[in-house]
């Protein structure tokens, strides 16, 4: 049986009727982040609007960024993205906890290797010194949503390729066993297509939008403590910025 909806009197909309609605159910949880909704069907019987009204109001959700459409499946509950600006330094654990997202990692690798000729140039290291490498899968509520890869000159971290950094913030583990407190971070971003081992981390298809961030991170006294990448999924991250005209 359709469950009775608002009254549309007082010229009202069937269409924001069904929006409202619906935004209501999202904004109570009614639907769970990532989540698909049920079929259009159902939904139109619930609010006891035409599928053509109820497209329309989903429609309007999308546009409010509320939810994503996906061809042949349906409409999805839009999940929640981990937003960078560029003024403020801090991980990805640091920047998930603010945002009320509960973050994870995975190793994929760690070990020690020499730097390559240009690593050891941006590191201020003699030739094929040698470095840290740790790659890790970045989770957001336990969905994948980056592939991290950082190296760090051996010399400052020593013990670091042993230490274990599942689900663990390494600016924290820097400051705590090693004294060290990045300061700022050179950050360039750019969209790429996942491709690979990329999209198989992720989960997501090759060829799927992804943004690639590289970095080059220093300490108070300018010394370069850090270099690496990050990939983030295209649907779960999201970089603001505050542009000001002098």
């Not at 009614?30 to 109820?54: C, Q």
Request: hydrophobic share 40%; proline share 6%; with cysteine.
């Amino acid at each position: 049986m359709a469950t009775t909806v608002p009254s549309l009197s007082g010229g009202r909309s069937p269409s924001l009727v069904a929006y409202r609605s619906l935004a209501d159910d999202l904004a109570s949880g009614k639907w769970a982040t990532g989540s698909r909704l049920p079929s259009e069907r159902s939904l139109s019987e619930e609010l006891g609007v035409s599928r053509t009204i109820l497209r329309h109001a989903l429609r309007e959700l999308a546009d409010a960024g509320l939810l994503e459409p996906a061809a042949q499946r349906g409409w999805f509950v839009t999940r929640q993205r981990l937003s960078e600006g560029p003024n403020t330094l801090a991980g990805f654990t640091e920047n998930a906890r603010e945002r009320g997202l509960n973050p994870g990692a995975r190793i994929i690798s760690q070990y020690v290797r020499p730097a390559t000729f240009e690593e050891a140039e941006t590191l201020g290291l003699s030739p094929a010194a040698e470095i840290v490498e740790i790659e890790r899968v970045r989770t957001l509520d336990m969905l994948p949503t980056a592939v991290q890869t950082l190296c760090l000159p051996a010399r400052l971290v020593p013990g670091l390729v042993r230490a274990p950094l599942e689900d663990t913030s390494l600016y924290a583990v820097l400051l705590s066993e090693y004294g060290i407190k990045p300061s700022r971070c050179d950050y360039t971003l750019q969209a790429e297509r996942a491709e690979g081992l990329i999209a198989q981390h992720l989960e997501i298809s090759e060829g799927a939008p992804v943004l690639v961030g590289r970095e080059r991170t220093v300490d108070s006294e300018e010394r370069v403590i850090c270099v690496g990448r990050i990939v983030h999924r295209g649907d779960a991250y999201r970089f603001t910025a505050s542009l000001y005209r002098f």
